[in-house]
């Protein structure tokens, strides 16, 4: 089974930056995607990474200061987050598809099937 790991979050003022890692166990050529959870309301998806890591997508509301990449060779999944707003806190999760070399990049959390625990993000003002 599958098994992922975020770390990296924290407490950070706005306009600050953190980089989150997500560790997986297996599952190295999946597409890979990133969501938050905010109190009282619904996971939201964040940004999706092909297997390779030749192309990406964003939310509307983190497009041009957040930044997802890959490490295949460590088999590991990064959020660079730059500009951070107080709106930006909330729980991250990382996400991995079951599905071998896919090149879509699906918004629906119900597109992923292995999740990590979550690593909570707090942005002051």
């Known amino acids: 089974q599958v098994q992922l790991i975020e770390s990296g979050g924290g407490l950070v003022q706005a306009g600050g930056s953190l980089r989150l890692s997500c560790a997986a166990s297996?599952?190295?050529?999946?597409?890979k995607a990133w969501f938050r959870q905010a109190p009282g309301k619904e996971r939201e998806f964040i940004a999706a990474i092909t297997w390779s890591g030749s192309r990406t997508d964003y939310a509307n509301s983190v497009k041009g200061r957040f930044t997802i990449s890959r490490d295949n060779a460590k088999n590991t999944m990064y959020l660079q987050m730059n500009n951070l707003k107080p709106e930006d806190t909330a729980v991250y999760y990382c996400?991995?598809?079951?599905?071998?070399?896919?090149?879509?990049?699906?918004?629906?959390?119900?597109?992923?099937?292995?999740w990590g625990q979550g690593t909570q993000v707090t942005v002051s003002s």
């Open positions: 297996g599952g190295t050529f999946s597409g």
């Open positions: 996400a991995q598809r079951i599905l071998l070399y896919g090149e879509s990049l699906p918004r629906s959390r119900y597109d992923y099937n292995y």
